[in-house]
């Protein structure tokens, strides 16, 4: 038997790579020809070095793809050839985990126990009233299964572009109101489920925070799903968390479910700071009646929980219509000052920038969370 380049590429025109639903040789990933060395002696096996060139060094299919570009070498020509696989990146390889985001210097974590305490909308007026203090605010929506930042910011339509940077291609944020925001919810339909396993849904969370350009920020906002999963464990073991910040209503159901958050944030593994509890939807004030105060889910459970576990209660934020109204239309109740509900998450954010600066004062850098 006698091999040369062509007769291996006609082997790899067999493999198809899932990316582009092409062969290897029709999606130009055969960087260079084929290197064939013939035996020295007849015991001696032939030798194949190819070389792959994939997107990136993250890219889902590359394992498999090369294991079936060898298959197929061995299956056409032999299973005694010697084959050696090299791959290479369109794109400069992910930097370490330590190192990403350089330009960020706090990173806050907007958590809750359960769902339905209007963590997300917190989270969106808090990243508006910092930027409308003069900060540089981003503002990542990691709820994979739930996403609503595009909607609360009015921009389901806009789609984030690829930047080059550094030999990197990077997803540039969509940047509104000051904040520059991204989401799963601009890559996948608004009306369809995600149906996502957990390996998936952080692979696609990893690339929102490492392959984007997030440049320089003084706050970055996590807005995190309800609870604790895959998705918070994935952020404490990419990200160094300044800290975290707990929303929850009155009512004691939700007060339950807020203490195993900060019971989270506060295991020995994570160590992150709660930097304060917001006590969302604290009372109700119809339009009607300005000075009426009405408390429909308790009166002042935040303000107890936060005393009980020594941290700051950072605001109490009313019920009030306009909130939601706001959020569904597009426009955060933050983005004014002038009202009541936006003056109160300028007050939040004024609060959160004072206990940020003194837990880095007496504080050290939180660490990444090295878990199994």
């Known amino acids: 038997m006698t091999l040369y380049p062509q007769l291996i590429m006609d082997a790899l025109a067999t493999v198809m790579y899932a990316g582009t639903k092409k062969n290897l040789v029709e999606s130009g990933m055969v960087a260079d020809t084929p290197s064939v060395a013939a035996p020295a002696t007849e015991r001696e096996p032939w030798k194949v070095k190819v070389v792959l060139e994939f997107p990136r060094d993250t890219d ?111 997803i540039c944020p969509i940047e509104k109101y000051g904040v520059k925001l991204l989401s799963i919810g601009f890559f996948v339909s608004p009306t369809t489920a995600t149906l996502w396993r957990g390996g998936m849904a952080t692979s696609a969370l990893k690339q929102l925070i490492a392959d984007a350009d997030w440049g320089e920020l003084d706050y970055f906002i996590l807005d995190t799903p309800p609870g604790t999963s895959d998705i918070h464990l994935t952020l404490l073991q990419t990200l160094p968390i300044t800290g975290a910040v707990i929303v929850s209503t009155p009512q004691q159901v939700a007060l339950a479910d807020a203490r195993k958050g900060i019971d989270m944030y506060r295991n020995e593994k994570v160590n992150v700071p709660i930097l304060g509890l917001i006590e969302n939807m604290a009372w109700f004030t119809p339009a009607e009646l300005p000075d009426n105060r009405y408390y429909i889910f308790g009166k002042e459970g935040c303000k107890h929980l936060a005393e009980e576990m020594n941290v700051p209660l950072l605001a109490q934020i009313p019920l009030v219509q306009s909130i939601c109204d706001n959020s569904d239309a597009g426009t955060p109740a933050a983005l004014t000052s002038d009202t009541a509900t936006g003056l109160a998450f300028i007050n939040l954010a004024q609060a959160v920038v004072t206990v940020v600066n003194r837990r880095n004062r007496e504080q050290p850098k939180t660490k990444i969370v090295g878990m199994k």
């Open 60 to 170: 889902p299919f590359l394992k498999s793809t090369v294991k079936a570009a060898e298959a197929a070498i061995k299956y056409h020509y032999g299973q005694d050839i010697d084959v050696e696989i090299v791959t290479e990146f369109k794109s400069a390889p992910r930097p370490e985990v330590e190192k990403l985001l350089p330009g960020v210097k706090n990173i806050i974590a907007v958590s809750s126990g359960k769902g339905g305490v209007g963590k997300s909308t917190v989270s969106a007026n808090l990243a508006i009233a910092l930027a409308r203090l003069g900060y540089r605010v981003g503002l990542l929506d990691t709820d994979i299964f739930g996403p609503s930042m595009p909607k609360m910011f009015d921009v389901e339509d806009e789609r984030p572009y690829a930047v080059k940077k550094d030999g990197r291609d990077l």
